[in-house]
Every structure is written in structure tokens, then in C-alpha cells.
């Protein structure tokens, strides 16, 4: 039987498959499914297309990375330069988290060099902060009412695109009927604060990037950025605090280069500046365990010298002198004295979003936290925070802490990504990054602020003095505008 159907994307194709086998085995005529087919019209915002002011606009729904990386190879197939909008929401049918925005594959979007590209929703400013990652500056607009004004400034020739997840869909998908003279209400997308600095942040990172340069002028050896086991601690979008802190780098003019340390491979971690370990499922979590018990001694020595490194959950619970997994106790890698347990299934979750007081911040410091474990600091061992939020436990329900701090090393529940918002954590680690890259560079060894000893005070204070004069400082106002608006959500 064949099939044809004037539709968009490889899942159609899918469902035109399914749909003339299944038609194949209830003994329907080729030319009876091929009619049902020709008159298949979900007006659904499923890849619906419309014509608004002479201009083609195609509008579709993507609700996780893969169906957005797929809206975007549509995009791709654009031979011109298309405009480009995306609506996200974080309600219960979407999902509170938005951490997989990071998941997505939106460099590939900036190839494509799309003419204009915006963002909305409730967690618009969160898209905004990605696309900034990806080198893409977005447009903030408040509706879709004010995105058609955005598209009505372009010329007529070029083609939109509007991406929307599951409950921002009904609202554009009003608004695109209405302005098409389609049948449609008033639209009942949320409306989300403007945001202030998308031309700033461009700004900034070319200043940046030119003041880096004469800063960094007379160094050609890169900052070193060691991605441990990205192909097991890689959960909820963790990957992007290593995109964070490569990006913030490359925007000063800082040469960066990232070692990604897979699953049984090996790394000397003499030759890095910071390192950077995510989250994971149990069984992944097991076998990176396994991973970095046999190079626990190297890790230890590299946290003592001062070396930064930020841990996120199921990375944070192994830092500690024990973990459980299906309720057997697994060593930890006894850098930190504290431990992890269960209070009961893995379903017994601490799930939400969270804003901290951090001593490395003089903004609040906010992410999501979604683990099973609890965690027990030592008396007298420092948290990275103190809950300040509405909702949100940290490391267990008594503390109303979260995470921990020893000299370079972060650990912590947060993901978001953790540095994608925080700005401010970020370039503590990069501070610190920069210190160990200019002592190990400059042959003074990796002694940092922390190793002690005259000759390696004099080396860390050189080395401080060089971070000072290649961090400088950047504008981002994407991020603040994003912290600022789960702030006033989440913060009473």
C-alpha cells in the first residue's frame, strides 16, 4: 500500500506508516485510505500552516528535546533566512523543570543564521539564556500578539517558525487564527515580563571578547575544562554548566579547550584548570562510582591544591564516604565528610524549584533540585547555601541546606543548569580556574590559594592578579532577568 500525505517532518512519515499497515490488516482498499488521509486536517497547532499578512507562518508543538531538535531540522530545510520564535511554560503538563531546554541542539540553529529569532512564554527569559549560550540573541515578547508585531517589522519574504510546548500551544495557536481571520479566541498565553538586555548581552560579549583578548595577550596555552563521564552524568540538561563556562571564557577572549572523559577512559589531572561532573540515573551512577574510585587519589589531591570543581547531585553524593543504591551502601570517594541515604523508593523525591543563600553570591543562587537521596553534612563542614524559597529542601528536610563547600569544590542538588542563572558562581569557578591555569602555565606548579607555603603563596598571588586582570566582567542580563523572575515567584 502507498501512502501519501502533504505533510511536514520525519514523524509523519511515521504515522503514515502506521496508518496504512494498520489499514493493510483491517482490509481497508488503498484509494478508502488514501481519501482519509487527503482529508486529515488536525488544526491542532501540529504543524499547521498559515499565511498571516502575505508572510507563510508554520506553527508546532514540541514538548522535549527531540521533538524540538526535529522543529528545527524543518527550520534548516529553510533556504532563505527564517524568523524564529519558540513559547515555553513550565506548568504541571509541562513539566516544572526546564533544564532540557539545554538538551537541545540550538547551535545548529545558529548555522543556520536565522534573520530574527524570539522568545515567550513563562519561562522565556530561561530561552533566552539558552539561545545566549548557543550564540543566538533573542527577542523577548510578552504574547503572541506581540510577536506578530515583531514579524510585521520583517520583510514579507521571510519565513516564521513558531515552536510552542504544551500549554503555551492553545494561546499562540489563537492568537495565529485570529490574525489569519481563522476561527480563534483571544489569546490566553501567559504573559511574561520583558526582559531588558538581549542588544547588552551582544554587546557585551563582543567588548568581552576584545577585552579578553588584550588580557589574555602572551598566554596561547588554553583553559583546561575536563568533562568527567558526560556519557553517564549527564541528567537534566547538566552538560550545559560546562557550555556556561566555555562560552564565558571564549567571551573574554580566553583560549578554552574541553576534555570530555568517557566511560573507562583516563585523564591526568595535573593538566586542568576545573572540572565538572552532572547528575545521573542509579544504574549510570554505579558505573561512574566505579570510574572515579580508581582515580579517587588523583581527585583528592587536585581538590586539596584548590582546584575547582563543581559536582551536581548524583556527582555531589559520591564526594561523601558513602551513597546507597536499591539500599546497599556504596563507597564513596571520601573527599567530603558526609553522607547519603534513602528514606524510602526512589519515588520518595524532593522535587522543585529552589533558591539559595550562597556566601559565593551576592545574588540568590537559583535551580531545581530533583533527587531521592538525602544527604548529611558533617558537623562543621560548610553548605554551598541556605533555602530561602517557598518550596525547596536542598540536602534533606531538616537543614534547609544545600550542597557543600571546601575550598575549590562545589556539590550541590541544583540543576538548571546550575551556572546557566548564576553568573555570579560561574566566574568564582573560573576565577579559580584562571589562578590554577596561570600557576600551572607559569611553571609555579598547581598550588592555589589553598596549598599553603611561602613559595606557593607568592605563585597563588601572581596567579591571582592574572585572573583578576583576564575575568572581566560581563554585562548578563539574560541571566539576572531569568533569576530575577523565579525569584519573584519562588521567594516570599
Not at 533556504?79 to 515555553?88: K, L, N
Not at 513550565?90 to 522568545?119: C, M, Q, T
Not at 588523583?298 to 575547582?308: I, K, Q, T
Not at 553534612?377 to 518550596?391: I, M, T
Request: proline letters at 4%; glycine letters at 12%.
Amino acid at each position: 500500500m502507498a501512502l501519501h500525505g502533504a505533510f511536514n517532518g520525519a514523524y509523519m512519515v511515521y504515522n503514515l506508516l502506521a496508518t496504512g499497515v494498520m489499514a493493510s490488516l483491517l482490509g481497508c482498499g488503498q484509494a478508502s485510505v488514501q481519501r482519509a488521509v487527503d482529508a486529515f486536517d488536525p488544526r491542532n497547532g501540529r504543524l499547521q500552516a498559515y499565511e498571516i499578512g502575505g508572510r507563510k507562518v508554520l506553527l508546532n508543538l514540541a514538548k522535549n528535546p527531540t521533538g524540538f531538535n526535529q522543529n528545527l531540522k524543518i527550520v534548516a530545510q529553510d533556504e532563505g533566512r527564517p524568523a524564529v520564535a519558540f513559547f515555553i511554560n513550565d506548568k504541571e503538563a509541562d513539566g516544572h523543570d526546564v533544564s532540557w531546554l539545554w538538551d537541545i541542539d540550538f547551535e545548529e540553529l545558529a548555522h543556520n543564521r536565522p534573520v530574527a529569532v524570539y522568545a515567550g512564554g513563562i519561562r522565556g527569559a530561561d530561552m533566552a539564556v539558552r539561545l545566549k549560550y548557543a550564540d543566538i540573541t533573542a527577542d523577548r515578547v510578552a504574547s503572541p500578539q506581540e510577536l506578530l508585531s515583531q514579524l510585521d517589522k520583517l520583510p514579507r519574504d521571510v519565513n516564521a517558525y513558531v515552536i510552542a510546548n504544551y500549554t503555551s500551544l492553545p494561546g499562540v495557536k489563537a492568537a495565529l487564527d485570529a490574525a489569519a481571520g481563522g476561527a480563534g479566541a483571544d489569546s490566553t498565553a501567559d504573559v511574561a515580563e520583558r526582559g531588558e538586555g538581549s542588544a547588552a548581552d551582544a554587546a557585551e560579549r563582543a567588548a568581552g571578547a576584545a577585552s579578553g583578548d588584550a588580557a589574555a595577550d602572551g598566554s596561547a596555552a588554553p583553559v583546561v575544562i575536563a568533562h568527567l563521564f558526560p556519557d553517564l552524568l549527564n541528567l537534566y540538561g547538566d552538560g550545559g554548566n560546562v557550555r556556561v563556562l566555555e562560552q564565558r571564557l571564549r567571551w573574554r577572549g580566553v583560549p578554552v579547550e574541553v576534555r570530555r572523559v568517557n566511560h573507562g577512559d583516563s585523564i591526568d589531572l595535573a593538566g586542568v584548570d576545573v572540572v565538572m561532573m552532572g547528575g545521573s540515573p542509579d544504574r549510570e551512577q554505579r558505573l561512574a562510582s566505579a570510574d572515579l574510585l580508581e582515580m579517587a587519589d588523583d581527585l583528592r589531591e587536585y581538590v586539596e591544591s584548590g582546584g575547582p570543581l563543581l559536582a551536581i547531585c548524583g556527582s555531589y553524593q559520591m564526594l561523601g564516604r558513602q551513597w546507597l543504591l536499591d539500599g546497599e551502601e556504596v563507597a564513596g570517594l571520601g573527599i567530603i565528610p558526609m553522607t547519603t541515604g534513602r528514606p524510602g523508593t526512589s519515588a520518595d523525591r524532593l522535587t522543585s524549584n529552589i533558591v539559595l543563600r550562597s556566601p559565593l553570591a551576592s545574588e540568590p543562587v537559583v535551580g531545581y533540585e530533583n533527587h531521592a537521596g538525602r544527604t548529611y553534612l558533617d558537623d562543621g563542614v560548610q553548605a554551598f547555601g541556605e533555602v530561602v524559597s517557598s518550596e525547596g529542601c536542598g540536602n534533606n528536610e531538616q537543614s534547609k541546606q544545600d550542597g557543600v563547600l571546601y575550598k575549590g569544590l562545589i556539590g550541590t542538588y541544583l540543576h538548571g543548569p546550575l551556572l546557566a542563572k548564576n553568573p555570579q558562581v560561574a566566574d568564582e569557578l573560573l576565577r579559580r580556574a584562571l589562578e590554577r591555569h596561570a600557576a600551572r602555565v607559569g611553571g609555579a606548579g598547581t598550588a592555589g590559594a589553598d596549598a599553603g607555603g611561602p613559595a606557593a603563596a607568592g605563585a597563588g598571588s601572581a596567579a591571582a592578579a592574572t585572573a583578576a586582570a583576564v575575568l572581566t566582567p560581563l554585562a548578563d542580563a539574560a541571566e539576572r532577568q531569568a533569576n530575577a523572575e523565579l525569584c519573584q515567584r519562588f521567594v516570599r
